[in-house]
């Protein structure tokens, strides 16, 4: 079975940190690339940022630039992002997604995850 499963979702103040980590498990990480996406409510779907399986990263979002960053450990089979300089406006529901190719960066996968909320205190 395919399971990508997101958590460290939670409530932090602004200026604060939290790190994301989406465990996958029912594919071959180490082909995927993995893409993270937040949605707020009443608003589309965002991308955040995206690593390629070679860990080439694609970052768009000049919302989330020098301060979100995004790694993967391709052992424990484990994308994480971490957010720094934690905003308001960054409060959202966060999902990874994965696809063999980086059609994931622009939301085309072949799996998601379930999400985790974040949510950013003024």
């Known amino acids: 079975e395919v399971q990508l499963v997101e958590s460290g979702g939670g409530l932090v103040q602004a200026g604060g940190s939290l790190r994301l980590s989406c465990a996958a498990s029912?594919?071959?990480?180490?082909?995927?690339?993995i893409g993270w996406f937040r949605q707020a409510p009443g608003k589309e779907r965002e991308g955040v940022l995206c690593i390629s399986p070679s860990d080439g990263t694609t970052y768009y979002g000049d919302s989330v630039k020098g301060r979100f960053t995004i790694s993967r450990d391709n052992a424990k089979n484990t994308i994480y992002l971490q957010m720094n300089s934690l905003k308001p406006e960054d409060t959202a529901v966060y999902y990874c997604a994965a696809d063999p190719t980086t059609a994931v960066c622009v939301g085309v996968a072949d799996y998601w995850g379930q999400g985790t909320q974040v949510t950013v205190s003024s």
């Open positions: 029912g594919f071959t990480f180490d082909d995927y690339a």
